[in-house]
């Protein structure tokens, strides 16, 4: 059983940055693909940004070059550098984490409104 702890968001001018925290504990977090996915209200849940235990990140188009994921597979956390947001960006961002056996693990969520 793998549990998913977020941090990190809140309210900010469009322009601004903001970090997401994610922290994992149980399960083999360095072989885990680990994703920030969101969702804006009426809409479905996306995928942001995803990062291979190896390092390999995949990014929505419309983040690239202004968002940036990370991970340490020692203290097990994955981040979410957002940089010149935009009111689009507002959603509720969820940390995931998907095992080796296609099993997706989710943390609670944290909301990120930007501001125009």
């Known amino acids: 059983q793998v549990q998913l702890v977020e941090s990190g968001g809140g309210l900010v001018q469009a322009g601004g940055s903001l970090r997401l925290s994610c922290t994992a504990s149980g399960g083999f977090f360095s072989i885990s693909v680990m994703g920030w996915y969101r969702q804006a209200p009426g809409k479905q849940r996306e995928l942001v940004a995803s990062?291979?235990?190896?390092?390999?990140?995949n990014y929505l188009d419309s983040v690239k070059g202004r968002f940036t994921i990370s991970r340490d597979n020692i203290k097990k956390t994955v981040s979410l550098q957002m940089n010149s947001l935009k009111p689009e960006d507002t959603g509720v961002y969820y940390c995931?984490?998907?095992?080796?056996?296609?099993?997706?693990?989710w943390g609670q969520g944290t909301q990120v409104t930007v501001s125009s």
């Open positions: 990062i291979t235990g190896g390092g390999i990140a």
């Open positions: 995931n984490s998907r095992t080796i056996m296609d099993q997706n693990y």
